[in-house]
């Protein structure tokens, strides 16, 4: 993929201090729609639709998609690995089930690669579930050592509510997973209120607790700062990151897998390797299965991400679209568009009748924008085709 496709601010290099550098990096991007994503209120996906979502994902170039939970979701995993035998699949163990044990052995049996153990971090969160720091230490060796013992290539172990525990607990857990044979730790900012640099310092504290282990960061986006945490936590050597197609998850959601895949190439130059043109795709497929539409303005795939309507600015688009647009919406599979509402003049009149089939006269263009304007006012709306083409023929049979 040709990187220098994507706009970029020369200010982002051309600066006093030196770009964050990715060169030489091997960073993993898992998503994980189709659990966390499962999890917003509206969400409920069948196992052929994890199958289709997970397809899809695969052909993207995603390298680990979390299924589901194990021994809950095994049928998805199974679906999963029969449809895309080369996709890592990773499910999620909930490690203070007594029964976890078994949903490891299960998950593996019907096809997951990649063993997510779930535990929580804090004290508090610890006494609640009837564990304390020590004997939550015991139980996190005893699975990651199951873990390996049942084949799993990858053990992940993931804390969460990882941003409210102090530093010496969360040690205290890696360093018991890391015993048993984890070989990848994970930060999870569970209730989204971990600052940027917070995030860049716990990342850096887990990369040295570690020599030769794997970090892995799982950000929400309650802030908004579930993108912006998650490239922090890269910049200071995260190397597996979560994230969820259109920011799908609990609450307000998680870091959206288009923008992190997009801003990774355009604002760091480093390819994760996702082909990117199946962005918008893997958006509307997600959309429509899970019945949450994507705003509208939702950056990278938003349906007005490359959509002009004021006069100005969609006569400079007609003269050179690189003048309104940071990227080429075909990159990420998208398409450019001109709506009709407040502020519209004669050139997008003019676009988008002729794209209806009329070529109008500079009278009826004259109308059409008075037209257009009030109408938009009227009925806080933009103009669809079809109301278009109706005031057009009405128009006509009038004159």
């Not at 760091?268 to 918008?280: A, E, H």
């Not at 002009?308 to 450019?336: C, T, W, Y």
Request: aromatic fraction near 6%; charge should be negative.
């Amino acid at each position: 993929m040709n990187q220098l496709k994507f706009g970029s601010s020369p200010y982002n290099t051309e600066n006093e201090y030196p770009p964050p550098s990715l060169e030489g990096r091997k960073i993993k991007i898992t998503d994980v729609t189709l659990r966390e994503g499962e999890q917003a209120a509206e969400v409920a996906f069948s196992a052929a639709d994890k199958a289709e979502v997970a397809a899809g994902l695969a052909e993207a170039g995603v390298p680990i998609v979390q299924v589901g939970y194990a021994g809950r979701d095994n049928d998805a995993i199974k679906q999963v690995r029969e449809r895309c035998p080369g996709l890592d699949v990773a499910a999620l163990v909930v490690g203070w089930s007594p029964d976890a044990e078994t949903t490891i052995s299960s998950a593996f049996d019907s096809g997951a690669t990649v063993c997510s153990l779930l535990f929580r971090s804090s004290p508090s969160h610890l006494a609640n579930l009837g564990f304390t720091v020590a004997s939550a230490q015991s139980r996190i060796q005893q699975l990651a050592e199951h873990a390996g013992r049942v084949g799993y290539p990858d053990i992940v172990f993931g804390p969460s509510f990882a941003t409210l525990a102090k530093w010496d607990t969360l040690s205290k857990l890696y360093r018991s997973a890391v015993q048993g044979g984890a070989n990848v730790i994970s930060v999870a900012d569970s209730t989204g209120i971990a600052a940027p640099w917070a995030m860049k310092e716990i990342v850096g504290r887990m990369r040295a607790l570690e020599p030769g282990i794997a970090v892995r960061v799982h950000t929400h986006n309650d802030y908004g700062l579930a993108l912006q945490n998650a490239l922090a936590s890269i910049e200071a050597g995260a190397d597996w990151v979560e994230a969820s197609i259109n920011g799908l998850g609990e609450r307000a959601g998680n870091c959206s897998l288009d923008e992190l895949v997009v801003a990774l190439i355009a604002l760091y130059r480093y390819d994760p390797g996702v082909d990117t043109t199946k962005l918008t795709g893997l958006s509307r497929l997600v959309e429509n299965l899970s019945n949450v539409k994507v705003p509208p303005m939702k950056p990278i795939v938003g349906e007005n991400c490359f959509t002009n309507k004021l006069e100005i600015h969609v006569k400079a688009a007609a003269s050179n679209p690189e003048l309104m647009e940071p990227f080429d919406p075909a990159l990420i599979g998208g398409e450019r568009a001109i709506k009709l509402g407040r502020g519209t003049g004669p050139t997008g009149v003019k676009y988008r009748s002729s794209s209806i089939g009329y070529e109008l006269t500079e009278d009826e263009v004259e109308y059409l924008v008075d037209w257009v304007n009030r109408y938009a006012v009227e009925h806080k709306r933009a103009i669809d085709d079809g109301t278009l083409r109706e005031e057009i023929q009405w128009l006509r049979k009038k004159n």
